[in-house]
Structures are given as structure tokens and as C-alpha cells.
């Protein structure tokens, strides 16, 4: 969520060349590649760390060993979603151990152009669009580029070029000089309006250098990664924000097998890497503590023996910018206490474990993820102290037009997905007896919380509360629609945050009652998008929500006292 308080007329078009291989995150492309996974046509390419070289989407085999791409359930297969192409290749046939393990051509793969366009009436939103803030009024971002690939070697120029109105509104303001920035009145950088004229932006976007040898793999870059199962909410990855610059290292998917023998254990994947967060101009902070380093590992495993499962684990710490913190890339690999707890002063850690199951036989795909922010003694007490999770189910639905339709000529079965996902990252209540913590995004010695250039690099709707999503998706020769409700709290935390070590008499609960309860505020979002090939290369797409928002009001009546009665706002 790019913070959102009102709402929102969402009103957007984009217009691209669509291309296949390694696809950017959450494209068109890529959403629909994950479509076709369900029913098994399509291998997934990752297992819990996925970025645009990364997701290399490839047709699964047959028995026979034919390609399942002309299977019917491709429903795209007539339209031009285009291929790497080789440019050049070697025609020697001399081979070694280590030529083996790379491809010795060259091969090019061109990216977009794309152009993104949407309005929003009353306040900013948006959400996993990389460094583009939909503020209020006009947005725009274009992008465009091409990957080239050789010799092992990898290169991809995808910058990202943004317009933002951002018009005025109204604001909550906060502590500092300044009334943009961290609207929570908590320590965390979170704009809410990027000063008070409209802006241009130019960020790197997927642009990055790789090195790759069979499946060993090392890159520097800013390709933001997506961690974990989620399809609209992962805790610890996401494109919500800006790309940071990164270095990473390790094993992208590959089949494990028991040494010195042919036993197949399963897929395994890993990387760790070590970036460079920024804080936004509107975060007031000496300069030497302006930056951050994060230091990261994710690995994941699917075992042989449960077919379709995976299960990963994710942990991240956050230090100042400095040198010696190169010192957490080994506290990743061991959990040491400092100072009496499983956490520094000087430092910020961050800890999930994923599992999905996938069915293909059913088209059914369900997931889970349990965060923990820290580690500290009151986990013996309370294993859930800074819980979150997350749940999700996936599910492809047929829709058999043949037969609801049969003296129709032209009528083919067509497909559609049915996506759910539930999150709740609401703080756990022990700390009514203890701080005020806003979250799991938050933290008292990292007061930038775990952002970039002042927004959240994980979850962006609910982060501070729950989201509850319900889509269904339907997929046709010529392009896809989707309808969707969408149900979400933004900042529980904050209020719950304001009731620690109150008194529970009469007087003091009123007073509480009377100062924040009605900050409560849930937002119920119905929307569509829908996208068309108008030729085969050429792809529109149009969307429109109208939200409803529920807050509360309180009236003070000399006669009737006290009371507090519902109210709604609403806005296209």
C-alpha cells in the first residue's frame, strides 16, 4: 500500500510488447506463466527467491518428451510473446568440464516498451510498482530495455523513467519539521506525500551484471527480489519500492542428489546477498545513519518424496551503513544472543519460513508464510511474540464454454483462476504490557524500519494490520479479465500501539476510547482490470476500483453522553 487514507479512483492503461523468458515481476507475462503452472503445463523456475533473471519460465515435457506448449490450456500460444533469440553460436564441438556449464552464443531478448498510466482522485496508492509513487492526480512511468546473454554472462538494461503529479492533500503530518513523511507518529520512514510539487524520477529498474556456471550464480545489480509463495503480500521481498543496489551469490533451482550415487532428493535453491537501503528526504536522520546495510539469505527445498512441496526460510538483518557490519553476513548462519537477547542495539533482524504445496492434477496450489521481527527472551514465554503470517490458496477453475454453449461454431473452453490470500500483521498483544511497537516493519534502534527511499520493501497493503484479497482471473485467446475484492486495515498497530500501560479504570478506558478508537479504518476495495491483445504484439490494458472506507466517529452529548457510531466514506 503507498499509504493510503481516503481513496481513490484508480484509472489506468498500459501499452507494451510483450516478451517471454525472464519476465519482469508481476507483469502480464509473468502473472500468466503462473496461471499456467497450476495445471502443470508450465515448471516454475524458482522456489522461494525469484527476481526478473530469475524467473525464466520454460514449457514442461511430456511423457513422450514433447513440449506441452500447444496443449489447449495455453491460451495465449496464437499471440507474440516473444523468445530470446540467438545472435550468434559457436560451432565447435570441443568440450570440457567447465564449457559444460555454459551456453557458448549470444542471445538477445528486448524488453517493452511499456507505458503506465493512472489517476488517483483524492490520495496517493498503488502498490508493487517499483520506483513509480502514484500520488494524487496524474502518474506515469515508462520503461524499456534488453537483456543480452553469453558465455555465462548476463546483462539487463531496464531502467525506469516516472512522472508523478502529486497534488495536494490533506495530510496527518508527524513530529518532524515536515508533514510528508512517516504519517504513523512512530519511528519509521513512510511517506505520505513526496513533498508539495509534482517530480521526475529515473531509476535503474531490473538493470543488472550476472555471472552464472550451470547453476551457481553471482550478480550485482538492482533487481528487487520476491521472497517467498505470496502473490500480493510477501513479508520480506517485494517490488513496492525502489530497487536497491545488491550483490548476491549462490545456487538458482537445481536437482540434489545423494553423494556418489543417482538417488534424486530434490530441488534446492539459495542465495545470500548484502545491499544498500537509502532513507527519503523527508526522514529526518543525522547523515552517517542515513543508509543501511542489509545482509540476507534464502534457501529453499522441495523435497522428492512430496512432490509439488517446497519449504524455505528467509532471515535478514539491518545495521547502520558501515563497514564492520559486514560482521551479520555470519551472524545469518548462527543464532547468537548479545547483551542477554537473540538481538544487537546496533542492529534490526528479520526472520520467515514459507511452505507450498502445489497440485497440479487438481490445479490447486496452497501456501503459508510465519514471520518473527528479533529474537528475544519472551519467545519462551510466548513463541508468537511479533508473529505475523500469511495464507493463501490458488486454484484453476475451466470454464466449459463448448458445453454451456454447444450450438455456438466457435466456442473453446477457456480458463480462469481463483486466487485468495489472507494476511495478518497485526502486533502480538503482549506488548500491551510491555513498548509501544508499531510493527514488524518497525524498530527502535533502525528508525527507518525496514523501507527504501521511504517505502516499504516488503508487504504494501496491511503492514501494519490485515488484508484480506479475493480474485478470480479469467483467461482468453485475446487476453484476461479480472474482478476482485479487496478488504484491508493499514494501521492497527499504530492505534493498538497507543493503549500500552494505560489504566483499565472507568475514566482512563473513556479517555482512550474517546482519543483513538476512532482511527480505526478499514478499506473495502471492488475492482476489474482487464488487458487485450489488439494485435498479437500489442497489448492494452484498463482497470477501475471504487473503495469503500469505514471509520468511526465519536460525538460528545451533554444529555447523552458519549457515543460512537459508524461511518462511511466513499470515492472512486
Known amino acids: 500500500m503507498k499509504n493510503i487514507r481516503k481513496l481513490a479512483f484508480i484509472l489506468f492503461t498500459s501499452t507494451f510488447l510483450p516478451t517471454f523468458s525472464q519476465e519482469a515481476l508481476k507483469s502480464t507475462e509473468e502473472e500468466y506463466y503462473d496461471f499456467l503452472s497450476l495445471s502443470g503445463i508450465v515448471g516454475k523456475p524458482t522456489l522461494g527467491y525469484r527476481t526478473l533473471s530469475d524467473s525464466e519460465w520454460n514449457f514442461s515435457q511430456n511423457e513422450d518428451g514433447s513440449s506441452t506448449e500447444n496443449e489447449e490450456v495455453n491460451f495465449w500460444k496464437q499471440n507474440n510473446l516473444g523468445k530470446k533469440k540467438t545472435i550468434w ?174 538417488l534424486y532428493l530434490g530441488d534446492i535453491e539459495g542465495r545470500i546477498w548484502i545491499g544498500k537501503l537509502a532513507s527519503s528526504d523527508y526522514f529526518e536522520i543525522s547523515p552517517e545513519t542515513k543508509d543501511r546495510m542489509v545482509t540476507a539469505i534464502s534457501a529453499s527445498y522441495s523435497p522428492s518424496f512430496i512432490p509439488g512441496f517446497t519449504l524455505g526460510v528467509n532471515r535478514i538483518f539491518m545495521a547502520k551503513w558501515d563497514s564492520g557490519n559486514i560482521k551479520f553476513m555470519k551472524r545469518l548462519f548462527s543464532r547468537s544472543r ?60 475451466p470454464i466449459r464454454l463448448t458445453k454451456l454453449f454447444p450450438k455456438w461454431e466457435n466456442a473453446r473452453d477457456i480458463g480462469s483462476e481463483l486466487i485468495l490470500e489472507w494476511n495478518n500483521f497485526e502486533m502480538s498483544q503482549d506488548f500491551q504490557l510491555q513498548w509501544e511497537y508499531l510493527g514488524f516493519y518497525s524498530h527502535g534502534s533502525i528508525t527507518q524500519g525496514y523501507t527504501n527511499k521511504g517505502q516499504i520493501i516488503g508487504a504494501g497493503t496491511g503492514s501494519f494490520g490485515n488484508s484480506q484479497f479475493l480474485g478470480w482471473k479469467i483467461y482468453y485467446p485475446k487476453g484476461s479479465t479480472m474482478l476482485y475484492c479487496h478488504r484491508f486495515c493499514p494501521n492497527n498497530n499504530s492505534v493498538y500501539s497507543k493503549a500500552v500501560n494505560t489504566a483499565s479504570d472507568a475514566s482512563g478506558s473513556a479517555e482512550m476510547y474517546r482519543k483513538w478508537y476512532a482511527n480505526f479504518e478499514t478499506y473495502y476495495v471492488l475492482g476489474f482490470n482487464t488487458n487485450h491483445f489488439v494485435t498479437d504484439s500489442l497489448d492494452i490494458s484498463f482497470g477501475i476500483s471504487y473503495i469503500n472506507i469505514l471509520h468511526y466517529q465519536y460525538t460528545l452529548d451533554s444529555k447523552k453522553g458519549f457515543n460512537v457510531r459508524a461511518g462511511f466514506k466513499y470515492n472512486f
Open 338 to 397: 548479545e547483551n542477554g537477547t537473540g538481538t544487537g542495539n546496533d542492529e534490526d533482524q528479520k526472520f520467515s519460513i514459507f511452505a507450498d504445496w502445489h497440485f497440479s492434477k487438481i490445479g490447486f496450489e496452497v501456501y503459508g508464510e510465519l514471520g518473527r521481527d528479533d529474537f528475544s527472551l519472551n519467545e519462551d514465554t510466548n513463541p508468537f511474540h511479533t508473529a505475523i503470517y500469511t495464507l493463501g490458496v490458488k486454484q484453476y477453475v
Open 89 to 262: 553460436e559457436s560451432d565447435s564441438e570441443s568440450e570440457n568440464y567447465f564449457s559444460k556449464g555454459i551456453s557458448k552464443s549470444f542471445k538477445i531478448k528486448i524488453y517493452g516498451p511499456e507505458l503506465f498510466n493512472s489517476y488517483n482522485t483524492a490520495v496517493p496508492y498503488g502498490q508493487n510498482d517499483g520506483a513509480l509513487w502514484q500520488g494524487k492526480g496524474y502518474n506515469v512511468s515508462f520503461t524499456t530495455g534488453a537483456r543480452l546473454e553469453g558465455f555465462g554472462f548476463e546483462l539487463t538494461l531496464k531502467p525506469q523513467l516516472s512522472y508523478s503529479q502529486n497534488k495536494d492533500f490533506l495530510t496527518l503530518g508527524n513530529s518532524f519539521s515536515n508533514n510528508y513523511g512517516v504519517f504513523f507518529g512512530h519511528p519509521i520512514d513512510i511517506v505520505e506525500r513526496y513533498g508539495d510539487s509534482s517530480f521526475k524520477t529515473f531509476d535503474w529498474g531490473d538493470t543488472e551484471v550476472r555471472y552464472t556456471w550451470k547453476t551457481l550464480t553471482f550478480g550485482f545489480g538492482y533487481q528487487s527480489p520476491w521472497l517467498g509463495p505470496a502473490w500480493l503480500n510477501p513479508m520480506l521481498g517485494s517490488n513496492n519500492s525502489a530497487p536497491y543496489p545488491k550483490f548476491d551469490a549462490g545456487l538458482r533451482k537445481t536437482k540434489a542428489f545423494l553423494p556418489f550415487s543417482d
